[in-house]
Every structure is written in structure tokens, then in C-alpha cells.
């Protein structure tokens, strides 16, 4: 139980006390009147004596009295009604609330932290009310009146008669049969005769006069002389008198109907009485009957209908306000009462208290006592005093107490008045009351014994009740307290006698006595086990009580203390008492609260928030409300939309309240925060027919790092080639699209008159929808000119102008059970400025199950539409992002330091140009190396002309927007599917063999020296594109060389033809997704020619071998490849003609066909060589057709270039060699030099392609790069196969200088050798048996350098074949030539040749060795051999 302001001590003295009767003539009545005060009410602040009184037992022992107090009350013939008393009772309570401010206790109990109040002044402000307004019964005389004061005042006429006539008031009211009550102690009750006098208006000496012949009349002990009202009310009182009087009259008379405010009415309203509630004593119920001055009124606890039936039951909508209720009690209690007396008056009564107690009633008493002892020793024929005959009677032979089920119902049972058990409970009530617990104690138990071997059970229960009370206050604790006592009589009371009220009393006073004992436990079950359906507020208290029983055991029972605090506030709630109802629920959630009991949390939040709604308290309820939504609820679908309306309604409510306050933030939906993104700028157009927008960015795409990545270095790119080659240091990538992954640290910057759009991402936790409707950001605005003229003056921030921005709102958003779903909320700026958004404001509502779609479930009479619409509230959510956490200095990563996040922060700059492209007859599917027109189309949305236009790509090779001059550019051709891309030459089909020759530079072409190949300009026509301007150009595709899905970024990079500060440039992405599908493979190898000179007579000629495979699969639907021209490209060398040229001039390939070609390459002219620093090519045309394709004209050259150029690319990466010595660096380039060619072959076809039954012709390009002779190469990347697992090494290479050295391979082609001779030569053998035949072998040189050549004549014996072919023939003269050949000189030895027979012989034998002249370490290497070189003998 909770800590009590007065100990058990001192509690049950003052609940048990004897009590005196006041009987007051009119007059008498009018003078307390005065003092708005009836005569027991003014006695009553004085009713406790101040000092010791000492009296004297039975055995003539002294015995003293301390602290005794007497209750004076009006006498009043009517039992109070039930119901009026439930109604004082819960007026109590409710009218005791803790007190403002109080700082409650908090209790540490295993890992909870509990703030509870301490004390609970309205349980004991119950208990005080409930013992004392107890009706007087026949089974105990505790509360029966001893003596009866008749008053009488000094200005009547004849006093002594009005004494005489209250006297035979009295003695009528005690013995007349028609009065059952009230009830008395004795037949002879003692009568104390009171004269009243008014100081301030009577006869002093008359008072005096008449009090000495009432002293005569009724001895000095039974009458005294009472002087008050020593001052006039009406004068203006100097002094300030204390009020005594208010703290015992308010608790009896607060009349506020708070108990019946919105709740079951606790008390059924008695239509028939008429009497008022009044205080306790029933005053001004001045009703005369049967002629009698102030019939001893109806009690005052009758019930008063008109306040019963007027305001009992309030209903919700109109609930009196804390402080109308408030005023109520003021009114009730703003009397000043004691106004006529003064100081001394107080004193006077004090006085007259002391002598009335000491001469009169403690004198009565004790003689009561002693006669009753008489009595009961005559009665039972002993001799000896009751008090030292007790000792024999409970020692002697006990009688084996019989437990309660055994006896029947005897409750009925009645003794007459005078019967000797009841005189032996009357004297140990008279006991009790004067404090003699030992005496009261065995006289309780002798008569327990009575009663029940009477079986009277009532009587035999409140014997055991007070002989308990009775044993735990005797004066040194001979026993202990015998609790099986207490739970007999409650049981009994309860259980036979059917009476709670007793019940009650025996349980409030034993909890209080265990509790005094630390038996908390006891206490608890006791409290609990007198809660029951028949009194809510009870069963509330009890409860109450228990629980703080619970926690302050030894070891605190915390959740019993919660369990029993929510059954305690659900009576009080049953009771109307929302108050502690609303306490004890928010006691209670202190303990469930974040323990994952959610289902209980749910309970009580719910509960909270209807009570504080019900008490006004509107802000308690909207968080209650609020916690049950946030909250992962795991209730019901129809529980939470239970929940969410009854929130709507209370949040209504809230707003009604206060329509022009700040919007409140609301706890519904979701909104994830650091989801949040915001993209800058209008949203992607649809693709139109053939016409398909630039992807561009958009919210749809999802964020990948490596492509953010990508773009960035795109863009970096090309910044960097717009400024010199330098990336500004305040050059921050674009970023159009913000979200958590992105750089947040700066403002981001938008441009006025363009859309921002922020993705707010909801989630509904709830399994009910939720209907968010007009939903808008929120934000404000700083108006700015960040030209910086007037920069001192800053605007006032706007929160709603929309001619500064303008705000899309979404009507209806509906977000179903537990989904997740976002909104994209648009701002238009319209002005320069800094922007801010603060969060999302809309109108939370749910819409109505699926009952009520039809109007089914419809509350009546309300259309169910405009019902959902009524439960909206209107609100807001902020959107607060946390920025990344610090982690770079070492302060930020030893504490929790967080970044700023401005991506709902942007800066509105001016207008800025603004750029739209679109992709005409864009393929999504080619095969590798095809050739494809499309065309772009360049917009000017804005109303700023741009400039400065460019693409950037990493895969430059795979568009071109033509050459630099429109004569390498063709025509626009029309749309035509089978018309070519390329520019064509009718031909002349005579000159087929030889090839057709026309140069260009890379230059026109984009590829100069040093530029950066990824950055194309784009060739606006002025290169300004005005507002609302476009231009169309053509682009030529090429499909790249690998199959498969590509992704091909390109980023138009663009500029303002105003230099703002603020943006520099703007850019536009776009992604292209080409399929690739298989074509052609070729492969192709250039080696030395064997004839030396070609028609001018200069050597230098080569063979071109070219294999053409046809790998497609047929899924694409290409019938066969038609090879339509080879075209050549170098610096120095071109194709002259076709050497395998069959009769069929087609050169078709079916599928998986492989066709070979071989052509012939010579050196350039001298005047079409130019420069080694020039980029001017030769291109030499080979066609397969009548129609030649100019290849150096857009687009062929463009993507001969642009590979030429990836290649280039890809074979710097490689790491050059860095050699010893420098030397070894010169033979290295020196020899690569000799067996290196530059030359390039582009292989031009078609394809025939049949789809939808429609023949259509696809062209295409492949180039070979041939770098080396003797050394394949291919138009197609070559896969790289996985090294083998070697084993691990523990040594290391000796040789390490290996890699500077030149490879044997290229040493082999330093000299190139020839043999000219006579192809059959005839010879009569006949004649001459030796036949020599002249040969010429002619040394070339092809490197620049000196090189030292050995040419060996003898025949190699290694193998067994060379023995068959060469035995028969030798080389005459010398066997071995030393020779030094200076840089590319041709030197021809004459050799001669012997041969015996005829036949075919082969003369490529001499072997020829050749190193660098300057090479002293260089051993000579064998050089390649040239073909076989046959001669036929001939015998003439």
C-alpha cells in the first residue's frame, strides 16, 4: 500500500470515537447561522482534545487517554441512502488528485526506473469519508451515541423551558418505537445542557443570570455557558481570522459532477426523495414537520434527483472544462464561515469541548463501564471482577472453533437490547472507544465465543473484527496480530452476511495493520480478494492499493505492480473516474513501455489517449494515439483502423481547436528520410514513332557507382579539354539526380523556370490503407541576386508565394496495408534565390473497409464518401536527412561527428540554355562492323541560345557525325532502307584488277595529333543553337566488333553564350543499348614479295593474304555476305591489284563459308609520301563490284580513323622496354623498322538480309591493322587464353636483359634475297657433260643501317632429303661471300651453277647470314629464306 499520512496508530483511534448527539432550538441554530455554520460543525475543528486525560478501569486502575477526539453530529432520524453515500465516496476521489508539481518517487527495481507517487491522498481521503459515514448497525455500538448536547440560546424568551422541551425531544427520539434511528448506547444517555450566547447582540447579564439556574437545575457537570459571535460580520474585519472550518466541510460537500461526466452513472437516481446533498450534517434543510422545530432532517446523503438527472450523464460533446469545474468549488467554498468569531471565540469552544469531554462524557463513560462489568459478574454469579475472571474463562476448556462452512446461516439471529452477550460487547466497544485495548480485547473475545456458539454470525464477525484491531493495539504487543481473525470476519461478512460495506472496513483496516507489519504480501491478497463486480470505485481503490503493495515489497514485483495498476485504472475508468483512471494507465506503462510487449502498449496507449481525450487533455491523447501508430503494431487489420480513426477524431479535434496554430506533425505514413531524391529538371520525353529522346537522367534508373563513375570521368574530360587541358579546382561533376549515394556537401544549384522534383519515400506500417490527400512540399524561400549589385539587402524569407514558386499538389494519394510507395512532388522556381524544403504537407485520412464501398457498414444517414472525407486531418512531415559521417580528421573518428546533407537545400540560378536530343531511326541491333545511318535532332528548349556543343564517349569508334568539310561528307541520302550509307562511284568494269587511289587527312576527320579522340565537337551549323531552334544531323553507326549487349554512353556537353557565375555548363546523357550479332571474322598476314621490282622499277613490293570467314549464325536472318570492296590505307604503302581474281567477279559467302583473297601491295609514289609528321593517308580502292565506295570519304574513313586511333590507344598502355644501353635501343628500332609495315586494310560487304519477308541489304565495314610482317592479324579482338600454372620459381633469371635485345625474328628480316635465273635452260649433254648455268642473287637491304652479310654456298648434309634434291648439283667458284650492304642498297652477286642431269632443280639453297655492322656482340642470324626457286634442265 502507498505511505500514509497517519500511522495505523493513530488511524484507528480516529476512526473509532465517541459520539455525541446535538439537539439546537431555532434560535440557538440562527446564531451558528451567523457563521454559516450549524452547531456540530462548529465544534468540529475543536473536537480533538489537547491534552492527556487519565480515567479510571473497573479495578480502579488509572488509565490514560491521548489524543481523544468526539464526533458532534445533528441528530437525523432517516439511515443514509446507499447510493447517496457512493456518491459522497467517489465525489471524494474525485475531488483528491496528486498534487500539481508533486515530485514523485522513483523506485530502481532491476533494470526499471519508476517515478511513483508516494502517498495517495484520495484512497485515504476515502477511507476517512467511507469509516466515518458508516450507518450505525445493531450488531456493534461503536458509532452510537453516548450523550446528547441540547442547545439553547440566551435570547430566547424562556430558555429553561426550550431545555426542557429538546429533553423531551430527546428522550422521545431514543424510546419512541417510531424512531429506529438513530441509534443510542444506553437507554440512559447523558444530557449536556449548552447555552448559547451572542456576545455582540444579547444580555451578558441575563446569559449569566440564566446559566447559574440552569447550574442549579442540572448540577455544574451537565451544563456550561457558550459565549461566540464576539464580532459583527458586517464590519470590515482588520484581523484575518484563520478558517478551520474549510478543510472539514469540503470534503462532505463538493458537489461536482465530475464522477458523471461521459460514463455509466454510478448512482441510479431516486426520483422519490426529495430531500438535498447537502454537508454531511444536513444543514439548511430547514423543513418543519409533525410542528416540531427542525425535524431531525432526512440524512443528508439522500440523493439529490435534480443533480442527478441534469447532469449525471454529460455525454462526450460537452464536457466541462477543469476550470469551470474548478470555479464550481469556489463558488461552493468561497464562504467565509466563522466570520462572527473572533480568537478568543475559538478558544471559548476549545474550552467548552475540554469540559464537556472531562466533566461530562469521560465521567458517563466510566461509570457506563463500571456498571456493565456489575452487571455481567452478577449475571454470571461470580464473585470476582470481569477483568481477573477472564484469565479462567480462556485457559479453561477451550471450544474447537467451528470453521465458517460448517455454520449455517444464522446471520438472521437477533438478541434483544438487553441481552448479557451484547452488554459484554457494549462494555468492550466503551473500551475500545476510550483507548482500554487489553479490557476491550477480553471482552471481545469472550463475547466471539458467545456469538458462536449462538451461531450469530454477524455478531460473532464483528466480535472477531475489533478483537483483532483490538490485539495488534495493546500497549506492548502481548500478542501477536491474529490475522485468521480478520479473514474470518470478512469472510463472513462477505460471504454470509452479505454485507461489503463491513467486509470493507475489516479489509481496509487489516492491510493498513499488515502493512505496518512490511507483510506487503498479505496486505495484496487481501486487497485483491475484496474486489468484485458490485462497486467499480472500491475494487479501483483496492486494486490501487495492492499494486503499491506490490512494489514496495523487499524485492519489487514490478509487472505485478503494472498488471494490477491497469485493472485498477479499468475500475476507476468503469466508476467515472477518468482521472485516476488516466493515472493509473500511465503509472502502468512505465513498465511495459519498450519491452516489446506491443499488444499491451497498444492497450494502455489506447486507453490513455480516450481518457485524456475524454478530460480535455487533447495534446496526452494525440501521442498516445500517435505511439499506437508508430509503433510496429502487430493487431489486427480492423483493430488498427479502429485506432486510426479514433485518432483522426481526436486529431480533428486538436486542430478545430486551434485552426490558425502551426501545423502539427503527423506520425503516419513512414517517410524514410535518407531515400529521399530530388532531381533537377523536366522529365524525359516519350519516344515519338521513330524519333526516341535522350535517356538523360531520370528518378526510374536506379544509382550504380561504376556508371556515376563513368559519366564523371566523361565530363571531367571534357571540362579538361575546354580549359586548356586543365580541370578547374572549383569544378564540381553534374548532378541531376541527388540521393544518398551522391556528394551532398554542396548546394546543389537549379535553374529557374526548371522543375525540381523530390521522391519522398512513404511506407504505411499500418495493415490498413492510408489516403493521403492535396499532399505538397513544404518550404521556404529566400529571394536573392547572386549578381552581386544589391547584395546587402536580404529579402524576407516566403513560405507561400506561388508567383516565387510554384508547388504541384497531388489529390489523392493512397498507399495500401504495409506497402511501401513513393510520391514525386514537383517545385516550379519562378525567382532567383536560396530554396529550402522543409518536409511534405497533406491530409492524412484511411479510406472505409470493403463493408462500407456499397454503404453498407455506413454509419446511418451519412454517405460513406463524404465520411471518409470527414475523418481527414491536416498536417505535416519534415524531411530531416543526416548527413555522412565524418571520418578524415582524427578528432572526427575518435567522436560521432555527422556531415551536412544539402540535397533539399538548392541554390535558383539564372536562366540557363537548356538542350534536348533525339535519336531518328536509331538501330538496337547490328551486326559487328555493320554501317547504319541515323539521325540526331539538337533542341533548343530554352530561351537562351547555347553554344560550345559536344559529345563525349569512351567508345568513340562506334559513331561519327562525318568529316570537317562537306565534300568528304555525302549527301543526306533519303529514308530509303537500301540505299547505301556510303558515298559510291559508278565504275567502269574493264578496270577491275587495279586499284583506285585518293588520300585524306585524319585531321579533316577529328583525329589530330594530340586531340582527344573521346571529345567530338558536334557540328552546329554557326555553332550556336538559338532558343527553340533545332537541327538535324546525320550520325553513322557502326556495330562494335565484339558480339553481345553494349552499353555506349555519350555526354553532350554544352555551354551558355552568357558566361554565368554560378554554371559554367550544362550536360545531356544518353545511354545507347546496341545487340550485337556475328558477321564476318578476318584475318589476313603481308609478306615480302619474291620479284624485287615492281613497274617503276623500285623494290619494295609485298603480298597481302586475306582470309574472309562468314561466322553468323542464321538466327539473324543474313542469307550470305557479298565482299563488295577491299580498300587499303597507309602512309606508305597501298594495294595495287588482286592477284586470285577468278572468272566470278562476286565474292559471295554463305554461311560458315571462308573465302581467301590475296592482293598486291607497293610502296607509294614519292609525292604521294609526305612527311613522316603529316597525317595525310593514302587509300587505294580494290572493288569486287561496279560500284566503288570512296573510302576515304565519311563514313568509311570516319571509323578507320577512329579504330586506328582506339589502336593506337590500346598499344600505348603496353609498357615500353626502357634498355641498357643506348645502343641496343637503336638495333631494337632500328630492326623493328625493317620487318615493321603500317599498313591497313578496310574490308567493305554486304549483307542480305530477309526479314518480314523483305529483302533488305545491310553494309558493313571491317579493318585489319597490320603492324609486322609475316604476322597475322585480325579484324575481331583476339580472346586472351589463361597463362598455364607454371611452377613457382625460388631463383633468379640469370638472364635479365633478354628483353632489350631484338627477337631472331626480327634479325631474320634484314635482308631479303632474290635469284634470277632463266626458268629452263637448255644443255646437250652429249657434247659436254657439265652444264653451268649464270644465277644472280640479288641482296636487298631493308633496314636503314649498315648490315655485315655472309652468303653460304654449301650444301646443308643435315637431312637425308636435301641429299636427294641437291646431289645432283653445285655451286661453282667461292662457297661463302662476306659483304657489308649499306642502308637499303640491293648488291647482286654472279654465281654460277653446275648441274650433271637433267631434270628440275631447286636454287634457293644459299644461305645467307646478316647482323649489324655495329653489333660486335650480335652473332650473324639466317635470314628468310625466299621461296623455292625452280629451274627445269633440259637435254637438246
Same mark, same amino acid.
Given at each position: ?7 495505523v ?29 450549524? /452547531? ?38 432517516q ?63 461503536l ?14 424568551a ?21 424512531y ?15 447555552? %448559547? ?48 472550518w474549510?478543510?472539514?466541510?469540503q ?32 444543514l ?31 455525454g ?46 469521560l ?10 462489568n ?12 470481569? /477483568? ?37 460487547r457494549?462494555m ?18 469472550t ?17 472477531l ?48 495493520i ?54 485498477a485504472g479499468?475500475? /476507476? ?41 475524454t %478530460? ?99 565530363e ?26 551522391s ?16 521522391e ?8 490498413v490503407?492510408?489516403?493521403l ?57 519562378h525567382?532567383?534565390?536560396?530554396l ?65 546533407d ?12 537548356? %538542350? ?32 560550345g ?34 558515298k ?73 553564350v ?44 609485298m ?5 574472309v570467314?562468314?561466322?553468323n ?7 550470305? /555476305? ?7 590505307s ?11 581474281l ?20 607497293i ?20 572493288i ?13 574513313a570516319?571509323?578507320f ?10 598499344s ?113 649433254f ?28 654449301r ?31 640491293i ?24 647482323? %649489324? ?5 650480335v ?15 633440259n637435254n637438246?
Open positions: 500500500m502507498a505511505q500514509c499520512v497517519q500511522s496508530q493513530e488511524l484507528i483511534p480516529d476512526s473509532f470515537v465517541p459520539c455525541v448527539a446535538a439537539l439546537c432550538s431555532d434560535e440557538a441554530e440562527r446564531l451558528t447561522r451567523l457563521n454559516h455554520l450549524s /452547531f456540530a460543525e462548529l465544534l468540529r475543528p475543536f473536537s480533538r482534545l489537547t491534552s492527556e486525560v487519565h480515567m479510571r478501569d473497573p479495578n480502579n486502575q488509572l488509565h490514560v487517554i491521548k489524543n481523544l477526539k468526539i464526533a458532534v453530529s445533528n441528530i437525523i432520524t439511515p443514509p441512502h446507499p447510493g447517496a453515500i457512493r456518491k459522497l465516496l467517489s465525489d471524494v476521489v474525485s475531488g483528491s488528485q496528486p498534487a500539481e508539481g508533486l515530485v514523485a518517487n522513483v523506485i530502481t527495481a532491476g533494470d526499471y526506473d519508476l517515478n511513483i507517487s508516494a502517498t495517495t491522498p484520495w484512497f485515504e481521503s476515502y477511507r476517512e469519508t467511507f469509516l466515518q459515514s458508516m450507518p450505525a448497525s445493531d450488531h456493534e455500538f458509532n452510537h451515541y453516548l450523550a446528547c448536547m441540547l442547545v439553547a440560546s440566551s435570547s430566547e424562556e430558555p429553561v423551558e426550550q431545555f426542557s422541551k429538546l429533553s423531551q425531544e430527546q428522550h422521545r427520539i431514543q424510546h419512541n418505537s417510531d429506529s434511528y438513530p441509534k443510542w448506547f444506553i437507554p440512559n444517555t447523558l444530557k449536556y445542557y449548552v447555552l %448559547l450566547h451572542d456576545v455582540s447582540a444579547g444580555d451578558e447579564q441575563r446569559a449569566e443570570s440564566i446559566y447559574e439556574e440552569m447550574k442549579q437545575k442540572y448540577g455544574t457537570q451537565g451544563c456550561y455557558l457558550l459565549k461566540i459571535n464576539s464580532r459583527t460580520s458586517n464590519r470590515a474585519s482588520d484581523e484575518q481570522i484563520p478558517d478551520p474549510s478543510q472539514y466541510l470534503k462532505n460537500s463538493i458537489q461536482n459532477q465530475e464522477s458523471y461526466e461521459d460514463g455509466p452513472c454510478t448512482v441510479t437516481s431516486n426520483k422519490n426523495s426529495d430531500s438535498n446533498l447537502l454537508s454531511l450534517d444536513g439548511d434543510n430547514e423543513v418543519k414537520v409533525d410542528g416540531l422545530p427542525n425535524n431531525f432532517r432526512a440524512h443528508p446523503l439522500q440523493l439529490d434527483p435534480s443533480s442527478d438527472s441534469s447532469n449525471s450523464i454529460d462526450p460533446d460537452h464536457v466541462k472544462s477543469a476550470s469551470s469545474l474548478h470555479e464550481a468549488k469556489k463558488t461552493n467554498t468561497g464562504i467565509i464561515h466563522g466570520a462572527c468569531l473572533t480568537l478568543t471565540d475559538h478558544d471559548r469552544i476549545r474550552q467548552f469541548i475540554q469540559e464537556f469531554t472531562f466533566r461530562g462524557l465521567p458517563h463513560i466510566e461509570k457506563t463501564i463500571r456498571q456493565l456489575d452487571q455481567l459478574i452478577s449475571r454470571k454469579g461470580l464473585s470476582r471482577s470481569l /477483568f481477573s475472571a477472564t484469565k479462567k474463562w480462556f485457559s479453561g476448556s477451550k471450544v474447537p472453533e467451528k470453521s465458517i462452512n460448517d455454520l449455517k446461516n444464522t446471520s438472521g439471529l437477533l438478541y434483544p437490547p438487553e441481552a448479557p452477550e451484547l452488554q459484554i457494549k468492550a466497544d466503551l473500551c475500545f472507544l476510550v483507548q482500554h485495548y487489553d479490557l476491550a480485547y477480553n471482552c471481545y473475545h463475547a466471539k465465543k458467545d456469538f458462536l456458539n449462538d451461531q450469530a454470525m454477524l455478531y460473532a464477525a464483528g466480535a473484527e475489533m478483537a483483532a484491531v483490538s490485539a495488534f493495539l495493546q500497549p506492548g504487543a502481548p500478542r501477536p496480530y491474529p490475522a485468521h481473525y480478520m479473514d474470518t470476519a470478512i469472510q463472513t461478512y462477505r460471504d454470509i452476511c452479505k454485507n461489503m460495506v463491513l467486509a470493507e472496513r475489516c479489509v481496509l483496516l487489516s492491510a493498513e499488515l502493512k505496518s507489519q512490511s507483510k506487503y504480501s498479505e496486505a495484496a491478497a487481501l486487497l485483491i480478494r475484496l474486489t468484485s463486480e458490485d462497486s467499480d470505485l472500491r475494487s479501483a481503490l483496492l486494486l490501487e492499493q495492492a499494486a503499491h503493495c506490490f512494489i514496495n515489497m523487499k524485492s519489487p514485483m514490478v509487472r505485478k505492480y503494472a498488471f494490477h495498476m491497469i485493472l479499468h475500475r /476507476f475508468s468503469k466508476a467515472g473516474q477518468k482521472k485516476h483512471a488516466l493515472r493509473c494507465y500511465c503509472q502502468a506503462m512505465q513498465v511495459y513501455k519498450g519491452k516489446g510487449w506491443s499488444l499491451a502498449e497498444d492497450h494502455i496507449n489506447f486507453t490513455i489517449g480516450r481518457q485524456s481525450y %478530460l480535455r487533455q487533447l495534446d496526452n491523447a494525440v501521442s498516445a494515439f500517435r505511439h499506437i501508430l508508430i509503433n510496429e503494431s502487430k493487431q489486427s487489420a480492423a483493430q488498427q483502423g479502429a485506432f486510426l480513426r479514433e485518432y483522426l477524431y481526436v486529431y480533428k479535434n486538436v486542430s478545430q481547436l486551434s485552426p490558425d496554430g502551426p501545423l502539427p506533425q503527423l506520425p503516419l505514413p513512414y517517410i524514410n528520410s535518407s531515400a529521399t531524391r530530388v532531381f533537377f529538371g523536366h522529365d524525359r520525353r516519350p519516344a515519338d514513332g521513330e524519333k526516341q529522346a535522350a535517356t538523360h537522367v531520370s528518378l526510374d534508373q536506379e544509382y550504380d557507382y561504376e556508371s556515376s563513375q563513368q559519366w564523371r570521368e566523361l571531367e574530360q571534357v571540362v579538361a579539354l575546354v580549359n586548356k587541358g586543365v580541370i578547374p579546382s572549383n569544378f564540381h561533376p553534374t548532378q541531376y539526380c541527388l540521393n544518398s549515394y556528394d551532398n556537401s554542396k548546394f546543389p544549384l537549379a535553374v529557374v523556370e526548371e522543375p525540381i522534383t523530390v519522398v519515400a512513404f511506407r504505411n506500417p499500418l495493415k490503407p492510408l489516403l490527400t492535396d499532399l505538397s512540399l513544404l518550404w521556404k524561400f529566400q529571394p536573392k541576386d547572386f549578381s552581386g549589385k544589391n547584395n546587402e539587402e536580404v529579402k524576407e524569407l516566403v513560405t507561400s508565394e506561388p508567383e516565387m514558386i510554384g508547388t504541384e499538389v497531388i489529390s489523392e494519394f493512397l498507399i495500401n496495408s504495409e506497402e511501401s510507395k513513393v510520391a514525386r512532388l514537383k517545385l516550379f522556381p525567382h532567383i534565390g536560396e529550402h524544403i522543409l518536409g511534405v504537407v497533406y491530409n492524412l485520412g484511411t479510406i472505409q473497409s470493403s463493408m462500407t464501398v456499397d454503404g453498407i457498414g455506413a454509419p446511418p444517414g451519412c454517405h460513406t464518401e463524404k465520411h471518409s472525407l470527414s475523418m481527414l486531418v491536416r498536417g505535416r512531415q519534415d524531411l530531416e536527412i543526416q548527413g555522412p559521417r565524418l571520418n578524415n580528421t582524427k578528432e572526427e573518428k575518435t567522436s560521432i561527428k555527422y556531415g551536412p544539402r540535397r533539399l537545400d538548392p541554390i535558383i540560378t539564372e536562366e540557363m540554355p537548356l %538542350l534536348e536530343v533525339f535519336f531518328i531511326h536509331f538501330p538496337t541491333g547490328l551486326l559487328c562492323g555493320e554501317i547504319r545511318k541515323a539521325y540526331v535532332e539538337f533542341v533548343n528548349v530554352s530561351k537562351c541560345p547555347l553554344t556543343l559536344k559529345v563525349v564517349s569512351k567508345r568513340p569508334e562506334f559513331f561519327t557525325f562525318g568529316g570537317n568539310t562537306a565534300v568528304l561528307t555525302p549527301l543526306s541520302p533519303s529514308a530509303s532502307e537500301n540505299c547505301s550509307a556510303y559510291t562511284v559508278v565504275t567502269d568494269s574493264a578496270s577491275v584488277c587495279t586499284a583506285f587511289t585518293s588520300s585524306a587527312s585524319s585531321v579533316d576527320f577529328g583525329i589530330g595529333v594530340g586531340s582527344h579522340p573521346e571529345v567530338i565537337p558536334v557540328p552546329l551549323p554557326d555553332t550556336v543553337l538559338l532558343p527553340g531552334a533545332s537541327v538535324q544531323l546525320p550520325m553513322w553507326l557502326r556495330g562494335p566488333d565484339e558480339e553481345g549487349v553494349h552499353e555506349i554512353n555519350f555526354l553532350f556537353y554544352y555551354e551558355s552568357k558566361k554565368l557565375p554560378k554554371i559554367r555548363h550544362r550536360i545531356l546523357r544518353h545511354t545507347a543499348v546496341i545487340c550485337t550479332s556475328r558477321s564476318l571474322n578476318v584475318r589476313a598476314t603481308v609478306c615480302r614479295s619474291n620479284s624485287l621490282e615492281d613497274e617503276e622499277g623500285r623494290g619494295g613490293n603480298l597481302v593474304f586475306v582470309d570467314e562468314n561466322v549464325t542464321s538466327e539473324a536472318g543474313v542469307k550470305e /555476305f557479298h565482299i563488295v570492296q577491299v580498300s587499303s597507309s602512309k606508305h604503302w597501298k594495294l595495287h591489284k588482286s592477284v586470285n577468278s572468272e566470278n567477279k562476286d565474292a559471295k559467302l554463305g554461311s560458315r563459308e571462308k573465302g581467301k583473297f590475296c592482293f598486291k601491295a610502296r607509294c609514289k614519292e609525292k604521294e609520301v609526305a612527311t613522316q609528321s603529316s597525317e595525310k593517308y593514302t587509300f587505294a580502292d580494290i569486287f563490284g561496279n560500284e566503288q565506295i570512296i573510302s576515304s570519304a565519311s563514313p568509311c570516319d571509323f580513323y577512329r579504330s586506328l586511333s582506339s589502336e593506337l590507344k590500346k600505348q598502355v603496353q609498357p615500353s622496354v626502357h634498355t641498357e644501353k643506348h645502343s641496343a635501343a637503336d638495333a631494337v628500332r632500328l630492326i623493328q623498322k625493317c620487318s615493321a609495315v603500317d599498313l591497313n586494310v578496310v574490308i567493305l560487304w554486304k549483307a542480305y538480309v530477309v526479314e518480314d519477308s523483305k529483302q533488305l541489304i545491310l553494309e558493313g565495314q571491317h579493318h585489319i591493322i597490320l603492324h609486322t610482317i609475316g604476322k597475322e592479324a585480325f579484324s575481331y579482338p583476339q580472346k586472351q587464353e589463361p597463362p598455364e600454372m607454371e611452377l613457382l620459381k625460388f631463383f633468379r633469371s640469370e638472364n635479365t636483359t633478354v628483353s632489350s635485345r631484338p627477337s631472331v625474328e626480327q634479325f631474320s628480316h634484314l635482308i631479303k634475297t632474290s635469284l634470277h635465273y632463266p626458268e629452263s635452260f637448255n644443255h646437250p652429249h657434247q659436254k657433260s657439265l652444264c653451268l648455268v649464270p644465277v644472280t642473287l640479288l641482296l636487298s637491304n631493308c633496314s636503314e643501317a649498315d648490315v655485315d652479310v655472309i652468303v653460304d654456298l650444301h646443308k648434309t643435315t637431312s637425308p632429303e636435301s641429299l636427294e634434291i641437291h646431289g645432283s648439283f653445285t655451286w661453282l667458284g667461292q662457297t661463302q661471300y662476306k659483304l657489308r650492304l649499306k642502308g637499303e642498297e648488291h647482286s652477286l654472279q654465281l654460277k651453277a653446275c648441274f650433271v642431269h637433267t631434270g628440275v632443280y631447286n636454287l634457293g639453297t644459299p644461305r645467307v647470314f646478316a647482323k %649489324l655492322s655495329d653489333q660486335l656482340t652473332v650473324e642470324t639466317s635470314q628468310q629464306n625466299s621461296m623455292p626457286a625452280l629451274i627445269i634442265i637438246v
